[in-house]
């Protein structure tokens, strides 16, 4: 008997390469899309080593923890580091931006993460990729929790390395991931003798063994299993349209800042202004002598398949993140997730109105 996961015929070149069209589609760029067999971590230590190396100096932007592990890979490679940190209630502006670049006209690389999953936050990439091209570093940015969930436009907003993983909003697979490459990145690359060939890490080695060679035959076995999910979400978002996608992130994003709002018991946006909130995820700060971690543990003994989590390392005991992305971009997923937040501190003496938090969700989700 053939099993539906295990007897699969092999997964063509032309399949391989179909894929790719579509998410260059979905990334309206024209540029070069490399697929990697990897989590997005993979493409993302990738550029990091293409890009920069001895003697070069980069600008890492810190908006949360995905930046700081950026910095580290920075410093590994022998590039001078200079950190932008901002703190992760708020956002990075193409002002601050714009200052480091003024201070270190040596900067030849800026490393950005468009939005944080982990602290909640989104970043202004068209007004920094204005200031960017005009100082001509080379812009990489780590889009994994931005895209299907907002606005991405790694060519109108000159982004030379955009990082895409469908885990997120896409409602994909974690297993593959992808980067869209400029001419000028690619010659960055070629030109940097440290830059990883040979090697999983290479983008190199994808361009000289696929697309120059005319994307005829795979450089070794493609994760078949991961490629046919992130088809098939991709099937899904075009037949959803990417417009409604990202408009149901946005609502969810909404619904759940308003409803932690009415729902009051201490609990207050993690990030101070809803411009600067992702729609990919909400965090929510909880009250002082409340521990995160212990009223995530609360809420999902009623119902485990919530997308609650605590923050992760130092911030769980102060932060609460709703993963209100793909199939949980909904009005139930969201009111579900505040409701039992409701209950777990109401269960330690907290006052709480879940009554204000559902009806806030229901008017904010119909109102948008
Ligand atoms: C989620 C995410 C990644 C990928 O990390 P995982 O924890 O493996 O899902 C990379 N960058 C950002 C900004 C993310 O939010």
Request: hydrophobic share 45%.
């Amino acid at each position: 008997m053939t099993h539906p996961l295990l007897d699969l015929p092999p997964l063509t070149a032309a399949r391989f390469a179909e894929i790719e069209q579509r998410v260059a589609g979905l990334l309206a760029t024209e540029q070069d899309v490399v697929i990697m067999q990897g989590e997005a971590l993979l493409p993302l230590e990738g550029c990091i080593r293409g890009g920069a190396g001895p003697g070069s100096t980069a600008l890492n932007v810190v908006t949360g923890p995905y930046g700081r592990t950026f910095g580290d890979w920075l410093r590994d490679c022998g590039a001078d580091v200079v950190d932008l940190a901002v703190p992760f209630h708020s956002a990075v502006t193409a002002e601050q931006v714009g200052q480091a670049l003024a201070d270190h006209p040596e900067i030849g690389f800026v490393s950005l993460v468009h939005a944080e999953a982990a602290t909640g936050n989104t970043n202004p990439v068209a007004e920094i990729g204005e200031v960017v091209r005009e100082h001509g570093a080379l812009f990489m940015l780590d889009a994994v929790a931005s895209v299907g969930a907002e606005p991405l436009l790694p060519d109108a907003w000159g982004v030379d390395l955009c990082v895409i993983g469908a885990q997120k909003a896409m409602g994909g697979p974690a297993g593959v991931s992808a980067v869209s490459v400029s001419e000028r990145a690619w010659e960055r690359m070629a030109a940097n003798p440290r830059a990883p060939r040979h090697s999983y890490l290479s983008l190199l080695d994808w361009k000289a063994r696929w697309i120059d060679a005319g994307r005829r035959a795979l450089p070794h076995a493609p994760a078949q299993l991961e490629m046919l999910a992130l088809e098939a979400c991709l099937e899904r978002i075009e037949a959803d349209g990417p417009n409604v996608v990202m408009a149901r992130h946005a609502a969810a994003a909404a619904a759940t800042r308003a409803g932690a709002l009415a729902l009051g018991g201490g609990l207050e946006p993690y990030v101070h202004e809803a411009r600067d909130a992702a729609p990919v995820a909400t965090t929510l700060r909880v009250p002082a002598d409340t521990d995160a971690a212990s009223l995530v543990a609360a809420a999902l003994t009623a119902d485990p398949g919530l997308p609650l989590v605590a923050g992760g390392g130092a911030l769980a005991r102060e932060m609460v993140r709703v993963n209100h992305y793909g199939p949980d971009a909904t009005p139930g997923a969201v009111g579900a997730s505040l409701d039992a937040l409701g209950a777990a501190l109401a269960a330690v003496g907290r006052k709480t109105d879940r009554d204000a938090s559902r009806k806030a969700v229901a008017e904010t989700w119909s109102g948008r």
